[in-house]
């Protein structure tokens, strides 16, 4: 069965600490990957996606993601987070073939401390 | 990046009545959309994906008389819950793309049901 999962429900992090996100998938293939973040009151927000390439992939607001084919995984990390950082993450799988139906991770919520 | 719109952001209503959501895209024409539903601490799961002037793919699971999908332009996807009871009470999001099978998915903000 597909899946996606994220262990960790909740994380705290002091600000200027480093973050990282796990995120392990089971499919059939290689899927698309993705990393969204929400905020509330806001939409979730495309941090940054994987198709196919380098698999170290830059995204948005310093955060960065490497997938690891033989892992399964496509952990999501932030050198040193800020404040604004807190939100709930989620990451996501979609199939290449039938592009855009996405299955989201459980989502891990940040906390960021002073 | 591009805007997706949700509205009403807020909806309470009593059970048995029905209640309409609305998803534009506001600076792109979205050739697909999909509604997502969301439970308290819980993912995102996909009810259905609608392409504009055909008629909803919905997910298994999901009752296509109680969600109503209408995608009558490429800029407006409509979500109507009919008849609504307690359990359909949750947070509903709505995504919408360009159309190709790498373009990114925009989210709105998610509507807020309540069913007393």
């Known amino acids: 069965a597909q899946s996606v999962t994220q262990p960790d429900i909740h994380i705290t992090v002091s600000e200027g600490a480093s973050l990282e996100l796990r995120c392990n998938y089971s499919?059939?293939?290689?899927?698309?990957l993705f990393w969204y973040v929400q905020s509330p009151g806001q939409g979730l927000q495309l941090l940054l996606k994987?198709?196919?390439?380098?698999?170290l992939v830059q995204g948005i607001k310093g955060f960065e993601a490497e997938f690891k084919r033989s892992q399964s995984s496509f952990n999501l990390r932030k050198p040193s987070v800020h404040w604004s950082d807190a939100a709930e993450y989620f990451c996501?799988?979609?199939?290449?073939?039938?592009?855009?139906?996405?299955?989201f991770g459980a989502g891990t919520q940040v906390v960021v401390t002073p | 990046g591009a805007v997706v719109s949700q509205h009403p952001s807020r909806v309470i209503c009593k059970s048995g009545t029905s209640v309409k959501i609305e998803c534009r895209s506001l600076?792109?024409?979205?050739?697909?959309m999909f509604w997502y539903r969301q439970f308290p601490k819980q993912s995102l799961m996909l009810m259905a994906t609608?392409?504009?002037?055909?008629?909803?793919?919905?997910e298994q699971g999901v009752e296509k008389d109680k969600f109503l999908i209408n995608h009558a332009s490429l800029t407006l996807s409509t979500l109507t819950v009919t008849s609504a009871h307690p359990e359909d009470s949750s947070f509903y999001i709505c995504?919408?793309?360009?159309?190709?099978?790498?373009?990114?998915?925009?989210f709105g903000p998610g509507t807020r049901l309540t069913v007393l």
């Open positions: 994987y198709f196919s390439g380098d698999t």
């Open positions: 996501a799988v979609g199939p290449t073939d039938s592009w855009g139906k996405l299955q």
């Open positions: 600076d792109f024409q979205a050739t697909t």
């Open positions: 609608s392409n504009e002037g055909s008629k909803a793919t919905y």
């Open positions: 995504s919408a793309s360009g159309g190709t099978s790498t373009d990114t998915q925009y």
């Open positions: 499919y059939g293939a290689t899927p698309y």
